[in-house]
């Protein structure tokens, strides 16, 4: 299948390696790129979808350009005829949730989010375990995500730090939170509680760097996400599954996955674009479709527009550090509990 990548840069460059390999294994035919800016690739550069679709006819679009642009960029694309995989977070409100979604049912297209995660062995394998019964019931869903980032991390793109298209629920740990309301079961849901206590450190950015969310929905377990970018030390993001048999501790970036302290052998992952390609050949199902990105946009709106009040950390150099934060976001995944039912000082 012949596909183009928008925006090529940051991410993006995953995606051109991505594209590159599947180019030489014969599975699609990497046709192109479009970018605002020059850009260093193997294939031919075009500034709009438009002029590159007349020369060379996409079936199918990955967009991994800024949040702002996706809507326009997949409706774009649908009106070509196209298939499209956009990047996470892949729309900002549920307006245009839905109006993506009808677009697409109506011309008979796909549309694939990048949350790469739901293709990894680990999280089929967490699937299986939870549905059969291992984990006994679940009672939460808990996920901590805490690294630490330095000025450049907001100087490299104008949208960093910018709240309704980044924070840390919307943008780095959005596979925390994606990943919590899929293993609660409440992803297309839209009838779901959201409590939300946003921070910034940083009077230079508009959107939180730390945060926690608790997601309820009548049935399903409490999906409990607390996240920061202001920690003294990086950890690797965790999913906390709680069971009445035991615990799961899911490590969704390195593909790896614990039951009551045993590792646990996991299938191999699924690459987003194959497996989209692979559903318009074989009808495989998506791994990743739009409609389990429901409750996740309900989310990522809500971050666009709670109040983030400032807090009083300490700047390190080149970076913000939040005393106490790296155990707090920890504790709130482990305990099921917010910042403030923490008592931990800046929950409100
Ligand atoms: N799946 C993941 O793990 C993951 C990781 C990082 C980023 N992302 C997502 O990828 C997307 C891109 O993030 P980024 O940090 O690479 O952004 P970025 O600001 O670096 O932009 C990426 C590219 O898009 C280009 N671009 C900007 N506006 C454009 C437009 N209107 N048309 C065409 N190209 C345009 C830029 O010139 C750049 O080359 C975001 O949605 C982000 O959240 C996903």
């Known amino acids: ?144 995500g805490r690294w630490v980032r330095t000025d450049s991390y907001y100087e490299r793109a104008e949208w960093a730090g910018r709240q309704g298209e980044d924070g840390t629920l919307v943008n780095p740990f959005a596979h925390a939170l994606q990943n919590a309301l899929l293993l609660a079961d409440v992803e297309e849901r839209s009838d779901i509680g959201v409590e939300l206590e946003l921070f910034r450190c940083r009077d230079t950015i508009s959107a939180d760097d730390t945060a926690c969310v608790r997601v309820t929905a009548e049935g399903a377990p409490p999906v409990v996400v607390a996240t920061t970018l202001c920690a003294t030390t990086s950890l690797p993001p965790i999913v906390l599954v709680h069971g009445s048999l035991g615990q799961a501790v899911w490590w969704y970036d390195d593909d790896r996955l614990k039951v009551n302290d045993h590792t646990m052998a996991v299938p191999p992952s699924v690459d987003l674009l194959e497996n989209l390609i692979r559903h318009r050949q074989t009808g495989e199902p998506l791994v990743a479709p739009l409609a389990a990105a429901r409750a996740f946009t309900s989310v990522v709106q809500q971050c666009g527009k709670t109040a983030v009040p400032l807090l009083p950390a300490r700047r390190v150099g080149d970076r913000v550090v939040l005393d106490g934060v790296d155990e707090v976001v920890v504790r709130a995944a482990e305990k099921m509990a917010t910042f403030s039912e923490l008592g931990c000082g800046f929950g409100r």
């Open 1 to 144: 299948m012949r596909v183009a990548l928008v925006g090529a840069r940051g991410h993006g460059a995953r995606h051109v390696d991505n594209l590159l390999r599947l180019g030489h294994d014969g599975v699609a035919t990497f046709v192109g790129v479009v970018d605002v800016a020059d850009v260093d690739v193997p294939v031919p550069s075009y500034p709009d979808l438009p002029s590159l679709a007349a020369e060379l006819h996409p079936e199918v679009v990955v967009i991994s350009s800024p949040p702002s642009t996706h809507r326009e960029l997949v409706l774009g694309a649908f009106d070509l005829g196209c298939d499209v995989l956009v990047e996470k977070p892949a729309l900002l409100s549920t307006a245009d949730f839905e109006e993506i979604s009808a677009a697409a049912e109506k011309r008979g297209l796909v549309c694939q989010v990048g949350f790469q995660s739901q293709g990894k062995g680990s999280y089929r394998r967490l699937c299986s375990l939870i549905g059969s019964g291992a984990l006994g019931d679940i009672s939460g869903i808990g996920a901590a």
